[in-house]
T-cell receptor, first 115, second 114 residues
């Protein structure tokens, strides 16, 4: 198992364009989380899935953001009409469904720069 | 809503010395987990240590230990015999009941001086 994988690692886009990020969790982890991290800050929760069901969305997740996990495996996070304020590191994490004290395993993140 | 506060944006320690990173949190829940995560530069976040709230005994993992004060809602991390590889951002995080998403503090940047 290679851990949580995120693609791409870096993305530069022009304001107004749409972008999509992919996260492949550790296999058999049925919980998947998306976080956003800006420079000098801790990760902020965006949304999470249990299997294919999206269970919670943060107020940070505006209408321009959408996330899917169609078959309960990989997930995508799409940002439409990007704005400069969307520039951040987008982190994905996964954890087993059993036991709520289990750790979340993080990917290396996708760094988005909106110019 | 739960909040996590790390009041030390930056800390430094001499190699082989001991350093303590502070974390306080606010919650009305009686059972929860607390975590310390390490984020090295340009690398993914990894778990350092975790503590379940109803366990009295402080968690220890090799050179890393915590001082968990439930009544004071305090959860500090002590790193003993600091090594150059310990240099990183350290995040304190809270998870409430039911495998809810982690709530993170703003982090402490630790520098280790050779």
């Amino acid at each position: 198992d290679t851990g949580v994988s995120q693609d791409p690692r870096h993305k530069i886009t022009k304001r107004g364009q749409n972008v999509t990020f992919r996260c492949d969790p550790i296999s058999e982890h049925n919980r998947l989380y998306w976080y956003r991290q800006t420079l000098g800050q801790g990760p902020e929760f965006l949304t999470y899935f249990q299997n294919e069901a999206q269970l919670e969305k943060s107020r940070l997740l505006s209408d321009r953001f959408s996330a899917e996990r169609p078959k309960g495996s990989f997930s995508t996070l799409e940002i439409q009409r990007t704005e400069q304020g969307d520039s951040a590191m987008y982190l994905c994490a996964s954890s087993p469904g059993r036991g709520w004290g289990t750790e979340a395993f993080f990917g290396q993140g996708t760094r988005l720069t909106v110019v | 809503a739960q909040t996590v506060t790390q009041s030390q944006p930056e800390m430094s320690v001499q190699e082989a010395e001991t350093v303590t990173l502070s974390c306080t949190y606010d919650t009305s829940e009686s059972d929860y987990y607390l975590f310390w995560y390490k984020q090295p530069p340009s690398r993914q976040m990894i778990l350092v240590i975790r503590q379940e709230a109803y366990k009295q005994q402080n968690a220890t993992e090799n050179r890393f230990s915590v001082n968990f004060q439930k009544a004071a809602k305090s959860f500090s991390l002590k790193i003993s015999d600091s090594q150059l590889g310990d240099a990183a951002m350290y995040f304190c995080a809270y998870r409430g009941e039911g495998n809810t998403p982690l709530v993170f503090g703003k982090g402490t940047r630790l520098s280790v001086i050779a």
